[in-house]
Structures are given as structure tokens and as C-alpha cells.
């Protein structure tokens, strides 16, 4: 079969989707199917320079970091780069939430940090006639499954159903809190919580955006082993375009009420159920599962 030619363009990044996507456990197999012209770590065809300086046929573009108006890569804005590709690749594939929404580097002195995917508030003529190509895969880091099933998604010609903001729906049409070892915790308001332990839901003190944070980390297991929340530690959100929060360990309440709701239960719905839920305490939860 072709390999499949992809460009890995780096912009304003910690290199993290790199190295997250170094994890995939099946790389070999993945470089038997396709090649990079160009990868900021993996050896390519390409320099970076010759990439810039020529068009190099290729079919899909990577695009790993934020964007920013003065941003420049190897001399060139790395926004030019971009276009200029776009109109050669049959996809660009943002990687990352930097590249999807502009994630940690919104906090930057750039000017006009963002991600390919404006905010639906942000969104201007600029980027407009790239998002028919498009497609995100948003998290901080990207789950290197994900990446690379979408990857042969696109290579096999399959189309793929996409949300508002340009995800695949079959990896972001549910929520964290989907498949979490610890509903049961979360049915019965039990945050007893200390970091790393297996008990406990981190919802209601320890911040938690797992039910309202789309994506497939309790499904597709990191390193087909873990997730954050079965480890232990609260989702922080990092799929969604509010990402990054501050103050990630807490939970803000307004009257004892969470701010964030999980996704589709109202206000009036939560409380009726936390009513229910407050008149039990089941001992079995309660308990310490390592204490004496
Ligand atoms: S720890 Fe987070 S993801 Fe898990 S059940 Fe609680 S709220 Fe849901
Ligand atoms: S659990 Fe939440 S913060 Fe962690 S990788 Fe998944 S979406 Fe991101």
C-alpha cells in the first residue's frame, strides 16, 4: 500500500503531542503505513528550510502548537506555512489543543494567540477558508490513539463525523466522566478524596471537569494502561477551549452548588438528585479501602 505523506509542522509548542505521539505503542506499524516529509524529531525526508523554500507533495498536515499573527518559524510567519500547505494536503489535522484553540499560549505576549479552531467568538475571515479541511483533535497532550486512528480514518477515505469544533465525534461525543471507575463515588457525592488514591470522586472539592470535558480517556486507556481520574488525579478539562483554568484542584461552588454542571443536567435536576443522594451515606464508600 502508498504510505500516506504527512507533515508534522511544529509552531508554538512545548513538543508535548510530539512526545505523547513518540507513546503510540504501534509506531513501527504506523511508519509501515505512513511517512513524514518532514517531523521536528522523527527522521523525514525534508529540512524544515526546504519545506518552506519549495512545495513538497504531500497529503495531509500536522499542525502541532498555537497560532500567532508574529509567530515566525524558520524565518517564515508560521501562518504562511500553513496556508500555503493547506491548498497542497487533502486534511490538516490540528494536534493538540494549542493548535485546535490556542490552549496555555493564550497566556503568552504573542499577539492574537489562538489555535486553527477559533472559539466560536473568535472566529474571523482569516482562518474561514481552511476549516473545510479541518479536522481537531484537541487535548493536552493528544491521546496518540486517537491521533493515529483518525490519521488511518483518513487515509482509508472514510468521513468522519465531526462536532461544533471540529472533533471526531467518535472520540469526542462523550465525556470523561464516561467510563470513569468512580460514578459510583460521584452517584453518591463521596469526595473524600486525596490525590493518587483509588477512592473517592473528585467532582465536588478537588475540581474534576470530567463530566463536562469531552473525550475518550476512560475509554481508550493511556498507554492502553490508565487514565488521570483512574490514577487518581481530577480531569482538568484539556480537551475543551476554556482550557487552561486556573486554581485546577478546586472546585468552585456558588451556595455549595459546583459552577459547572456535567453536561445536559440542569441546575434544578442536580439539586433534586443531590437531595435524594444527601439523605444515604454508604459506609462502604465512606470507608478508607486500606485503612485499618
Ligand atoms: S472523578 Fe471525575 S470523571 Fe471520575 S466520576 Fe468523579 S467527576 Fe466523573
Ligand atoms: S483526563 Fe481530562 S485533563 Fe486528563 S488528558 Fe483526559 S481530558 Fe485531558
Not at 43 to 62: H, K, N
Not at 106 to 124: A, C, M
Not at 194 to 206: A, P, T, V
Request: glycine content about 8%; overall charge negative.
Amino acid at each position: 500500500m502508498k504510505k500516506t505523506r504527512v507533515l508534522w509542522l511544529t509552531l508554538m509548542s512545548c513538543n508535548g503531542n510530539t512526545h505523547s505521539f513518540l507513546n503510540y505503542p504501534y509506531i513501527e506499524q504506523f511508519l509501515n503505513d505512513f511517512e513524514f516529509i518532514y517531523h521536528p524529531i522523527i527522521d523525514s525526508d525534508y529540512t524544515l528550510e526546504e519545506i518552506i523554500s519549495q512545495d513538497i507533495a504531500c497529503d495531509i498536515l500536522l499542525i502541532e502548537g498555537s497560532v500567532a499573527d508574529d509567530f515566525i518559524k524558520a524565518g517564515v510567519p508560521g501562518i504562511d506555512i500553513i496556508k500555503r500547505y493547506a491548498k497542497i494536503v487533502e486534511k490538516i489535522v490540528t494536534v493538540g489543543t494549542c493548535a485546535t484553540f490556542g490552549g496555555i499560549f493564550r497566556e503568552s505576549n504573542y499577539k492574537d494567540v489562538s489555535g486553527l479552531h477559533f472559539q466560536e467568538e473568535r472566529r474571523t475571515d482569516k482562518y474561514n477558508d481552511l476549516f473545510e479541511k479541518t479536522v481537531s483533535i484537541s487535548g493536552c497532550p493528544v491521546h496518540p490513539e486517537v491521533l493515529v486512528s483518525t490519521l488511518y480514518a483518513i487515509k482509508k477515505g472514510l468521513s468522519l463525523k465531526l462536532d461544533a469544533y471540529l472533533r471526531p465525534k467518535e472520540y469526542f461525543s462523550y465525556t470523561i466522566h464516561n467510563g470513569c471507575t468512580r460514578n459510583e463515588y460521584f452517584e453518591y457525592k463521596v469526595d473524600n478524596h486525596h490525590f493518587g488514591e483509588l477512592e473517592g470522586c473528585m467532582f465536588y472539592d478537588h475540581g474534576c471537569r470530567g463530566p463536562f470535558t469531552h473525550g475518550s480517556c476512560n475509554k481508550i486507556l493511556w498507554n492502553e494502561v490508565n487514565s488521570k481520574t483512574r490514577a487518581g488525579l481530577p480531569c482538568m478539562g484539556c480537551t475543551e477551549p476554556s482550557f487552561p483554568k486556573r486554581n485546577i484542584f478546586e472546585t468552585k461552588k456558588n451556595m455549595g452548588i459546583p459552577e459547572f454542571l456535567p453536561v445536559g443536567v440542569s441546575k434544578r435536576t442536580y439539586l433534586t438528585l443531590a437531595g435524594i443522594t444527601k439523605a444515604f451515606t454508604i459506609d462502604r464508600l465512606e470507608k478508607k479501602l486500606f485503612d485499618d
